[in-house]
């Protein structure tokens, strides 16, 4: 199966149904009162992590989501139907970001969690609304509010309880097909894994842990060099890091030296990462040449205070040791409950109204006038401007904002176009 780990999507709620303007008209009852119902608001898109799906893969093909927009209201005071929500599956440990603002919204890591990433239109509201003691007959009815709409950025972060970290060609890939079922393309070039490798090893009936084999780390990987921020992203939640160097030096480097630029790049690219548990592991301890290095590899790992182990992938000579090592340190982290990388709420609303909403008036290349009030813009989508008191309705709004005084102070002139949201205005005295 191919994996995939980032997706672009671009995601639309549904508009909230319009309103209805209707009267009662009744035997003996020649002149009911206002009856229009409410419009249904319109769907909600959500993201649901499923158990069933691993991979990022269907959003290459899939890249665009509506949800349906809400039913009109009726005679009677009948209400639309609101529209059902568009369900989006997405895998467990999905990292939800805005597209345009790289802004996370959500962080999905549980099976069966939601996120609701853009809303759905609320209902206009039907002229028995707008009844009151000054306005009896009401004719206007409101069209249903717009739904929200973004693009959003998907990322695949990894779900490992431990992360393989070394040079490339270190023995990462051999090691972990030495001790799970995964089998990871191998060879003697760098970057042979250039996709990130889940490995299930078992320590026996009823436990095991999740180990993966993420493409090489190089120095300069904290800024992008190499496969960097690919690498970097995929071990931020691993519980344990196995940081393995290559103990015959066979491509010459040292490893003491790989050992320093690593860290020094986990610890440029998030000081919580370069906290995690570390074990040392020095591979390739079947070649001759490995001895040279493996004293001083040792005392290295006593001086950090990490536990050492001399291994070889080749010939799995000590892998049974470090991996039940693993397996007890694994269990001695959950029983301390190690902070975890912040989690955002994935139960969440976006774009909720804030208190402070101000009105802000730019010029286009037109000499045009462009007013920005979400409020009112949402008002202005909202209004039925071919319904005498709707219009009336807005200009009370209009002189309520200020709008006047403040584009006479911008400096607008007699039949000017004035734009707010989708619609034009000519200003007059």
């Known amino acids: 199966m191919q994996f995939i780990d980032k997706s672009k999507i671009s995601v639309r709620a549904g508009d909230g149904g319009a309103g209805k303007s209707s009267f009662r008209r009744e035997k003996f009852v020649p002149k009911g009162g206002p009856d229009g119902g409410d419009g249904g608001k319109g769907g909600d898109v959500v993201l649901v992590v499923d158990e069933n799906i691993n991979t990022l893969l269907n959003f290459r093909y899939n890249r665009k989501f509506t949800a349906e927009n809400g039913d009109a209201g009726d005679r009677k005071k009948q209400f639309g139907r609101g529209a059902d929500d568009c369900i989006i599956k997405v895998p467990q440990g999905t990292l939800v ?31 028995a609304k707008f009844k009151s003691a000054s306005r009896r007959a009401p004719t206007f009815a409101e069209f249903g509010e717009p739904g929200e709409s973004r693009e959003l950025l998907l990322e695949l972060k990894l779900l490992a309880d431990v992360g393989l970290v070394g040079y490339p060609s270190v023995g990462k890939s051999s090691l972990i097909a030495a001790v799970s079922s995964a089998r990871p393309e191998i060879a003697d070039y760098h970057f042979t894994t250039l996709t990130p490798v889940l490995g299930v090893v078992s320590l026996g009936y009823e436990k095991s842990f999740v180990m993966a084999d993420i493409p090489g780390l190089i120095e300069g990987a904290a800024d992008g060099v190499g496969l960097g ?41 998030s000081e919580k990462l370069s906290k995690r548990p570390q074990i040392l592991v020095a591979n390739k301890t079947d070649l001759p040449q490995s001895k040279e290095n493996l004293a001083e590899l040792e005392k290295l790992a006593e ?22 090592f693993v397996g007890q340190r694994l269990d001695e982290i959950a029983a301390e409950k190690i902070d975890e990388p912040a989690q955002v709420d994935a139960v969440k609303i976006f774009n909720v109204d804030k208190e ?45 904002k200020n709008l006047d005084s403040l584009l006479k102070a911008r400096g607008i002139k007699e039949g000017t176009t004035v734009h707010i949201g989708d619609i034009e205005f000519e200003w007059h005295e």
């Open 97 to 127: 970001k805005d597209a345009s603002t790289g802004e996370i919204l959500a962080d999905l890591t549980e099976i069966g969690q939601r996120a609701v990433v853009a809303k759905g239109g609320r209902g206009g509201r039907g002229n």
């Open 229 to 269: 921020h690919e690498f970097l992203r995929h071990i931020e939640r691993t519980k344990l890091i196995l940081h393995i160097v290559d103990a015959a030096a066979v491509d010459g480097r040292n490893p003491l030296d790989d050992f320093a630029k690593i860290n020094t790049e986990l610890k440029r690219y």
């Open 303 to 324: 001086r950090e205070g990490l536990k050492f182990f001399a291994v070889s992938a080749a010939t799995h000579e000590n892998l049974d040791a470090l991996i039940n």
């Open 356 to 400: 402070d909403d101000p009105v802000i008036i730019e010029r286009n290349d037109a000499a045009e006038f462009i007013v920005r009030n979400k409020n009112l813009e949402k008002i202005v989508a909202m209004t039925n401007f071919d319904d005498d008191e709707g219009l009336r309705r807005f200009q009370f709004i209009w002189r309520m």
